[in-house]
């Protein structure tokens, strides 16, 4: 039974084209909700960029009417793959509480609309003694104490099948302990 309210809805679409349904949904008179996240991402050559990328990649939000006009206005725009939830058994895909939306709109003001998903790092130089995490590679999320820096690289143990092995990496690879 078609719903007569307007709810919100999980749409996904083709890989990286969340940004271009979503405009082109706004343009045929569709609410969407496309909730960002400032990503870090490694380049090739080692270095940290930040990188402005959808939350949840291949979905995004719509607030509409699940009637015939709705569908037909959003089955013609390119690059959706249908919405979560919906099987050809049910009549209208899985509506996503409003309690839910209003706490992802809260998160998403009060962070200027982008959500820092970056790992902070502390300002001040490793020192011997500090408690720091992993961010990268094998070893990634361990928790260890730093036991010396020699210029960038920091050395540090980690506990490895009942065995401790001394380890160096770049300090920006790690980030202080929480």
């Known amino acids: 039974m078609a719903s007569t309210q307007r709810n919100w809805y999980v749409m996904r679409t083709q890989p990286l084209m969340e940004e271009r349904v979503a405009k082109d949904l706004n343009r045929a008179g ?6 960002l996240a400032a990503i870090e991402t490694r380049l090739r050559s080692g270095l940290l960029v930040n990188r402005i990328r959808p939350l949840f990649r291949s979905y995004l939000f719509v607030h509409v009417n699940w009637d015939t006009a709705t569908r037909i206005a959003i089955s013609n725009v390119r690059f959706i793959k249908g919405f979560l939830g919906y099987t050809d058994i049910s009549d209208e895909p899985g509506i996503v509480r409003e309690q839910d939306m209003e706490e992802l709109r809260q998160r998403l003001s009060e962070c200027g609309g982008v959500i820092p998903l970056n790992v902070s790092r502390s300002s001040k130089p490793l020192e011997a003694g500090d408690m720091i995490r992993v961010l990268f590679g094998p070893f990634r999320d361990h928790t260890a104490q730093v036991q010396a820096v020699h ?3 920091v050395q540090f143990l980690i506990r490895l099948l009942n ?3 001394m380890v160096k990496l770049p300090q920006e690879c790690l980030a202080v302990a929480a």
């Open 30 to 35: 569709v609410e969407t909700l496309l909730p």
């Open 151 to 153: 210029g960038s690289r």
């Open 163 to 165: 065995q401790d092995h």
